[in-house]
């Protein structure tokens, strides 16, 4: 069992930054790839990024790449989510989550096993 809690969110203005971390319980954090999800009011959980077990890789979705930027301290059970260059449209509940297989698998909402509770990011114009 892995519990996730995520920090970091609130709000922004366009072109400001923000920071989100997840802090893992348990002693397998490295077992597992983590990701971040967002999910918009009335529209369908969106991938964000994901990392590799020891963070040798890492993927991104479209909309945030160049600007968003996940890494992982497995010393600290945490996972980050460096967002730069916000824009209105990146308004979302952000969710962190665990995958006990893959980085790649990592990237689809329906291979989660863990889900954190999800920390609000809102953008102003």
């Known amino acids: 069992q892995v519990q996730l809690v995520e920090s970091g969110g609130g709000l922004v203005q366009a072109g400001g930054s923000l920071r989100l971390s997840c802090a893992a319980s348990?002693?397998?954090?490295?077992?597992?790839?983590m990701a971040w999800f967002r999910q918009a009011p009335g529209k369908e959980r969106e991938f964000v990024a994901s990392?590799?077990?020891?963070?040798?890789?890492?993927y991104y979705g479209d909309s945030v790449k160049a600007r968003f930027t996940i890494s992982r301290d497995n010393a600290k059970n945490t996972v980050y989510l460096q967002m730069n260059s916000l824009k209105p449209e990146d308004t979302a509940v952000y969710y962190c989550?665990?995958?006990?297989?893959?980085?790649?698998?990592?990237?689809?909402?329906?291979?989660?096993?863990?889900w954190g509770q999800g920390t609000q990011v809102t953008v102003s114009s």
């Open positions: 348990g002693r397998t954090f490295s077992t597992y790839a």
């Open positions: 989550a665990a995958d006990n297989t893959s980085g790649f698998s990592a990237t689809m909402a329906r291979k989660i096993d863990y």
């Open positions: 990392i590799t077990r020891y963070g040798g890789s890492t």
